[in-house]
């Protein structure tokens, strides 16, 4: 009896040790298994910042958008000021051939002197009038057009009448009334022409 009584103390020992063992246990288990807890948030501080986002990029917006409406109106007062001395450069270059002919004509008709020398200096005056003309037509890309001897062409030549011409062959340009003119690569003005109707009858 005595060692039954033994085996039973021991028993209970063990399954003491066993329990007082088991929290330690459980609570170290509870700890290792389970994440750690998230510190709180703070809600109130991240509405404020998103509100200030907000604020910021509107900011940004509207500074955006009164640049672009600045902007619109610098270009419609360029444009404006653009359309209204469009025609500024080419006067420039008019003016040369005006003070051309002036000098031309105060030289023809000078007092006194040979009339036949003043009508040469009028002429010659009258010359360097027309090649600054042409010489600033050049610059703006006007190019007249060749027309007489040329195969009469509607599209940029107007027939005033035809003549008969023994050297000229039939539908060509005799001679000119007024030059025709391209600027670029669009015509400009027409040239008024006179075609052959080809050789006269006898």
Same mark, same amino acid.
């Given at each position: 009896?005595?060692?039954?009584? &033994? /085996?039973?103390?021991? &028993? ?18 509870? #700890? ?10 703070? $809600?109130? !501080?991240? $509405?404020?910042?998103? #509100?200030?986002? %907000?604020?910021?990029?509107?900011? /940004? ?6 640049? =672009?409406?600045?902007? !619109? ?6 444009r404006a000021s653009m359309m209204k001395y469009a025609g500024e450069q080419i006067l420039k270059e008019m003016l040369p051939a005006v003070?051309? $002919?002036? @000098? ?6 000078? *007092? ?9 200096a009028l002429v010659e005056g009258v010359q360097l009038t027309l090649k600054s003309l042409q010489s600033s037509l050049e610059k703006f890309?006007? !190019? ?7 195969? =009469?062409?509607?599209? @940029? #030549? ?9 050297? %000229? ?6 001679? *000119? =009334?007024? &030059?025709?003119?391209?600027? &670029?690569? @669009?015509? $400009? ?14």
């Amino acid at each position: 009896m005595s060692r039954e009584r &033994k /085996k039973e103390e021991i &028993k209970e020992t063990a399954v003491n040790e066993d329990t007082a063992a088991s929290p330690v246990q459980t609570e170290e288990t509870r #700890q290792d298994g389970e994440p750690k807890e998230e510190a709180p948030r703070d $809600l109130e !501080k991240e $509405l404020a910042e998103a #509100q200030q986002t %907000v604020a910021d990029g509107r900011d /940004k917006l509207l500074r955006l958008a009164a640049d =672009f409406e600045n902007y !619109k109106k610098r270009m419609d007062r360029e444009r404006a000021s653009m359309m209204k001395y469009a025609g500024e450069q080419i006067l420039k270059e008019m003016l040369p051939a005006v003070d051309n $002919l002036e @000098r031309a004509l105060s030289h023809g008709r000078g *007092e006194g002197g040979d009339a036949e020398k003043n009508l040469g200096a009028l002429v010659e005056g009258v010359q360097l009038t027309l090649k600054s003309l042409q010489s600033s037509l050049e610059k703006f890309e006007v !190019k007249p057009i060749d027309s007489i001897g040329q195969p =009469f062409d509607p599209n @940029r #030549q107007d027939a005033m009448t035809m003549e008969a011409s023994d050297t %000229v062959p039939a539908s060509h340009v005799i001679s *000119e =009334f007024e &030059k025709g003119y391209y600027y &670029k690569d @669009r015509l $400009l003005r027409a040239a008024k022409v006179i075609v052959s109707s080809g050789k006269a009858e006898s």
